[in-house]
């Protein structure tokens, strides 16, 4: 037995994980977009949770040759991906912090603003 799901972020890991350890054939998660254009190709009008599940079974059978099966990442892998994730959250909100400084006129602001930079630079 295959299955494939639309990757749609943390909500289909937990799905995929469950799914791949009762020991499916293949797994595939792919793009939404990929799905959407099967669909127009195949001139769908319908739109609801039947229609979509009939269009990506069909869009698996269509394409299971081309599509490369997911399997889960390690414990390592995921913690490595999640602390990349995390830092590049901080570099970003520091980034943030530092334009609103900029445009401080508020002597108390721009304290603040500059204690919050130091905290996230810990």
Same mark, same amino acid.
């Given at each position: 037995?295959s299955?494939c799901l639309?990757?749609?972020g943390?909500?289909?890991?937990?799905?995929?994980?469950?799914?791949?350890?009762?020991? =499916?054939h293949a797994?595939? !998660? /792919?793009?939404?977009?990929?799905?959407?254009?099967?669909?127009?190709? +195949?001139l769908?009008? %319908?739109?609801?949770?039947t229609?979509?599940?009939? =269009?990506?079974?069909?869009f !698996? /059978?269509?394409?299971?040759?081309?599509?490369?099966?997911?399997?889960p +990442?390690?414990?390592? %892998?995921?913690?490595?991906?999640?602390l990349?994730?995390?830092?590049e959250?901080?570099t970003?909100?520091?980034?943030?912090?530092?334009?609103?400084?900029?445009?401080?006129?508020?002597p108390?602001?721009?304290?603040?603003?500059?204690?919050?930079?130091?905290?996230?630079?810990?």
């Amino acid at each position: 037995i295959s299955a494939c799901l639309e990757q749609t972020g943390h909500y289909s890991i937990a799905i995929s994980k469950a799914l791949h350890q009762h020991g =499916l054939h293949a797994l595939f !998660l /792919v793009n939404p977009r990929r799905i959407k254009a099967f669909g127009n190709q +195949k001139l769908r009008r %319908n739109k609801s949770d039947t229609a979509d599940a009939r =269009l990506i079974a069909r869009f !698996l /059978v269509a394409e299971q040759n081309d599509l490369t099966p997911w399997s889960p +990442k390690t414990t390592e %892998n995921e913690q490595l991906t999640e602390l990349v994730r995390y830092t590049e959250s901080i570099t970003r909100e520091i980034a943030k912090l530092k334009t609103k400084c900029e445009s401080a006129i508020d002597p108390i602001v721009l304290k603040s603003l500059k204690r919050r930079i130091k905290s996230e630079q810990k």
